[in-house]
Each structure stands twice: as C-alpha cells, then as structure tokens.
C-alpha cells in the first residue's frame, strides 16, 4: 500500500508543480472602437464597456475584439464574460494620456493590450492615435 501512495506522489506531485509554475498568461486583445462619454444615450450592450482610465471614465463602444493569443480564438465570449461591464486600464502613462484626451470622444480607435478577465483589468501596450480620424 505504501508503495502505491509513494508512486502516485511520485507521478502526480511534478504535474501540479508544473501546473504552477507555467500558468496560461492573459491574452493579448485588440479592440477596435470608440470613447463616448458616461451620458452617451446608446443603450448598453455586449459590445459596451465602461471603462476607467486614472480618474477619467468612458463608455467603450466597442466594432471589433480580435483575441491575438490564448486557447479560444472568440473575442465575443472573452466580451461576454467581463461582468460587471466595467474594465479599468492600466499602463505607461504616454499610452494611458492619450486615451484620456477629451479630444478623442467619438474616434474611432484600435488598441492592444492584456486582458485580464477576473481583476476585470485591462494592460494597454498599444494605442495608436490619428488625428483625423473618423468620428463616430
């Protein structure tokens, strides 16, 4: 009997070491889509987000969720399992001000970054910014 239990040790204890040391990193997102602000009249949906850059917040409308990494290739069920609708961005200040421009109400923009669905958090990497670009 002991040496069954010390066999199965032997062989199930590396797995969840393992296990724990490489866990699945979050994927990396790309959204597509534009900041309204918080009274913005359109009604809430799946492709909806408020979001909270510093102290600045946004209503997210969001056209396009391409998910670049990870398992499931599906954008939508990543969208569909942030509940509350709310992600709070975080990152290197030069992408963050950007994104905190009032000047940006309406633009349509594509950003990249980690999402992290359980702290609901979102790791900006990249944010191009036109100006010009095409308003909603």
């Known amino acids: 009997m002991m040496v069954v239990v010390i066999l199965l040790c032997i062989f ?7 296990a724990q040391i490489n866990p699945e990193p979050p994927p990396l997102v790309r959204f ?20 909270s850059i510093k102290e600045t917040k946004w209503r997210f409308h969001i056209t396009k969720v391409e ?16 509940f509350p609708r709310h992600l709070r961005f975080i990152g290197p200040d030069h992408l963050l001000n950007v994104l905190r421009d009032p000047q940006i109400e309406g633009t349509v923009m594509t950003i990249e970054g980690h999402l992290y669905v359980g702290e609901r958090m979102f790791l900006l990497t990249i944010s191009p910014y036109a100006p010009g670009a095409k308003k909603v």
């Open 12 to 18: 199930y204890c590396p797995v969840t070491a393992t």
């Open 32 to 51: 597509t889509g534009s900041f309204l602000p918080l009274s913005e009249t359109k009604p809430l949906g799946l492709s909806t987000l408020t979001v």
């Open 67 to 82: 998910k670049l990494t990870g398992r499931d290739p599906s954008g939508t069920r990543l969208l569909e399992s942030l």
